[in-house]
């Protein structure tokens, strides 16, 4: 049997985000094959991520806190095994729940051992009053990426259209159990840089999102991270800089691809060029000043970028 876990975020036992879980539940049931084990995270200990850096340092790439998403954990464990994950939240602050947040945050092991890369996830927002939920859904699918979970999709939805809201829970559920049936079939299929690139496109344009990270929003050249940092020569660090000055390259040319509207090309450039720069930083903030150990293998690998 192929497992689905469905989590929830909502602490109302019968509120909105509730019925769309369950019916994504439902959905997820129809398909021969597919379990459906279901979590409320409020039955969950679940402590904020200390940064103590164990789970990069250590082999295991285990998190040594004794809650229920520690490497022991319960939740986490859960996680591990799964074929595929559905998340359903209820939309705060214009964005997603804090408690989503701690959930995801207390993954961060998965980065850095891989465990969880090409695992099917989908997620559900739930607004019932001013909305947001679009960019609820935004804010989950940011939160993965980095994990390397084969992104499904988001059903964003509010009170307003409930009725279509439930369809679509209904038809992620079916998609999801479709998707964790092939992974336990055919064997995980691992996602690439590249590929989430494109496949975190929507809700989330993480193409242009990233742009506006290395810029601070200008979406200029000149104002990129990893331009300014060799303008200045601040990289000290002999093997940062050679790949700082290779990012800087790469994100050049995403720069003059997206002027040429070449966006499909300028998509994998840009990723390219982004996991130099994580590299690069690595090398010269984080590899002696913080972590202590290079970064691991499963997170970023740049072995084919030069
Ligand atoms: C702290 C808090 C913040 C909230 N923020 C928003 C919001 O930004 N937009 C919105 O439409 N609803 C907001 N709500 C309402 C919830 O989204 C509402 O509970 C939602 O419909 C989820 O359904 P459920 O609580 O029945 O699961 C908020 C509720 C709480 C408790």
Not at 184 to 210: A, C, H, L, M
Not at 256 to 265: P, T
Not at 278 to 305: H, N, Q
Request: hydrophobic share 40%; aromatic share 10%.
């Amino acid at each position: 049997m192929a497992t689905v876990v469905a989590v929830l975020a909502s602490a109302r036992k019968k509120g909105w985000t509730q019925q769309l879980f369950e019916r994504a539940c439902n959905g997820a049931q129809k398909i021969q094959g597919v379990e459906v084990e279901t979590v409320n995270l409020h039955d969950y200990e679940i402590s904020s991520c200390k940064a103590c850096f164990t789970c990069i340092r250590s082999e295991d790439h285990i998190c040594t806190q004794k809650d229920d998403m520690g490497g022991k954990g319960r939740l986490f464990n859960k996680v591990k095994k799964a074929n595929g994950i559905i998340l359903a939240d209820p939309v705060f602050l214009w964005g997603s729940s804090a408690l989503t947040h701690l959930f995801l945050e207390r993954m961060y092991p998965f980065i850095w051992s891989g465990g969880i890369n090409g695992m099917p996830f989908g997620s559900i927002s739930c607004a019932s009053n001013s909305g947001f939920q679009y960019q609820a859904s935004q804010d989950i699918a940011k939160q993965v990426f980095n994990f390397g979970l084969r992104y499904l999709g988001a059903v964003p939805v509010h009170a307003s259209y409930f009725d279509q809201g439930l369809k679509e829970a209904e038809k992620l559920g079916e998609k999801m159990a479709m998707a964790a049936l092939k992974d336990q079939q055919e064997g995980r299929q691992t996602v690439t840089d590249r590929e989430k690139f494109r496949i975190y496109s929507q809700p989330w344009n993480v193409f242009r999102s990233y742009m506006e990270s290395l810029t601070n929003g200008s979406m200029k050249f000149e104002d990129s991270m990893p331009q300014r940092a060799l303008k200045n020569g601040v990289f000290q660090r002999e093997e940062a800089l050679a790949v700082l000055e290779k990012a800087n390259e790469k994100i050049r040319e995403a720069f003059e691809l997206v002027k040429r509207q070449e966006y499909e090309k300028a998509h994998d450039v840009l990723s390219d060029g982004s996991a130099l720069w994580t590299e690069a930083t690595w090398r010269e903030f984080l590899e002696l000043k913080v972590i202590g150990v290079k970064k691991p293998k499963a997170y970023r690998p740049i072995d084919d970028l030069f």
